[in-house]
């Protein structure tokens, strides 16, 4: 399966093969689905304009750094959650409070966001991103343009209505995107975020196994996919945060790893 490189810049055209987990490729269709990525590092490098500090979602410094984060200084990591909110929120955004760290949340829509708005307008206010997961989950290269975008559309207008903001980022479901899926979020406004780390915590409840895979697999401008549905996950939070700083990364969003480059809409982050 080839895979096609743009001319300009740092993008590059890549197969869906070179993205996806092995558990995320054995459900892929076959063919070759392609389209436009970058890696945060290379969307720093060619970003323009003299911005010199990242920025969290509510366009402060992120609490605890000192100053305004510049990745393309730091030892930067994003940290994400992805299927939420659920009733283990709010004892996760208590830990993240106390550790004074950031993280992108990817929310779904139905009986997530529909069912724990509170939940919603506390990651807002406590300094949190706000990303689209879909409204239900729907892998939307298998479903058919219109609904891939009410699917998007739908959380779009959900977070809005809760929080006043409306979300610039989305992470497909299993990751699985294509040309038809970018061309949606560019027209919802919304950039892909793929990710570099995953402690596969959908299938197990050990939360020293979850820690283990995270920082065995982390690595400086890395993204970090967790799910704060599962029992096990936000236990694991406290010492991948303590680990993690005692390494000498700085924990960020995921628009904090881009900046000073604004995310792109219709366009894949991926480290």
């Known amino acids: 399966m080839p895979k096609h490189f743009r001319t300009t810049g740092r993008r ?30 290379d969307a720093r490098a060619d970003a323009t ?10 366009g402060k410094a992120q ?9 393309r200084k730091a030892k930067c990591v994003a940290l994400t959650f992805d299927a939420g909110p659920s009733e283990n929120t709010n004892r ?9 760290v950031h993280a992108t949340f990817f929310m779904l829509g139905k009986n997530h966001i529909a069912k724990r708005p509170a939940e919603v307008r506390r990651i807002d206010a406590e300094g949190h991103e706000l990303a689209n997961h879909t409204w239900s989950h729907q892998i939307l290269t298998e479903i058919e343009p219109t609904e891939a975008k009410r699917e998007l559309s739908r959380v779009q207008d ?3 209505k809760i929080t006043g903001k409306t979300p610039t980022l989305m992470r497909p479901p299993q990751g699985r995107t294509d040309d038809k899926v970018s061309e ?9 975020v793929l990710w570099s780390v995953t402690a596969k915590d959908y299938e197990t409840n050990d939360s020293a196994l979850i820690t283990k895979r995270v920082l065995e697999q982390t ?15 936000v236990p694991a939070v406290p010492g991948i945060l303590k680990e993690l700083k005692k390494r000498g990364y700085t924990i960020v969003t995921v628009s904090q790893l881009l900046s000073p480059a604004k995310p792109e809409p219709g366009m894949v982050y991926r480290p």
């Open 219 to 233: 690595e400086r401008d890395g993204i970090i996919l967790l799910h704060d549905i599962y029992r096990g996950t």
């Open 92 to 100: 996760l955004l208590d830990i993240l409070k106390k550790e004074k």
């Open 49 to 58: 304009g003299s911005a010199t500090g990242a920025k969290n979602g509510k």
């Open 158 to 160: 959900a977070v809005r």
């Open 63 to 71: 609490e605890g750094a000192g100053q305004d984060v510049d990745c």
């Open 184 to 192: 949606i979020s560019k027209g919802l406004g919304l950039a892909q």
């Open 12 to 41: 590059r055209r890549t197969s869906i093969a070179g993205l996806l987990t092995a558990a995320s490729l054995a459900l892929a269709v076959s063919g070759c689905a392609s389209y436009d990525v970058t890696a945060p590092a």
